[in-house]
């Protein structure tokens, strides 16, 4: 499984973004997708997730009513829609794909599958 996300850039605060990530043809139909993210010095942190099967999608308090996630079930491709985007969201973001539970979804370690990250710099 292949995964390559795209869409970073610089943005002022309260400024949008969207970020991609698209699949490989091959990965698997049950396979939940998720973004997480990593601050220069900071542990790399749950941002969102959609559960495949179910529809239903995650959020880290710190993004709720900012950030949607959403599929584009065809193109087996998820989407970071950031609104409201504030200076403390500046890090690398990272799509994930694995098989979770939903005890599962916002832990890192349950996604085997990574994409090469990519930046998002908000400016103050």
């Known amino acids: 499984v292949q995964l390559q996300a795209s869409g970073g850039g610089l943005v002022q605060a309260g400024g949008s973004l969207r970020l991609s990530c698209a699949a490989s043809e091959h990965i698997s139909s049950d396979y939940n997708r998720a973004w997480f993210r990593q601050a220069p010095g900071k542990e790399r942190e749950f941002v969102a997730a959609?559960?495949?099967?179910?529809?239903?999608?995650f959020y880290a308090d710190s993004v709720k009513g900012r950030f949607t996630i959403s599929r584009d079930n065809a193109k087996k491709t998820v989407y970071l829609q950031m609104n409201g985007l504030k200076p403390e969201d500046t890090a690398v973001y990272y799509c994930?794909?694995?098989?979770?539970?939903?005890?599962?979804?916002?832990?890192?370690?349950?996604?085997?599958?990574w994409g090469q990250g990519t930046l998002v710099t908000v400016s103050s």
């Open positions: 959609f559960r495949w099967s179910t529809g239903n999608t």
């Open positions: 994930a794909a694995g098989r979770t539970i939903v005890s599962t979804v916002r832990r890192a370690a349950s996604y085997p599958y």
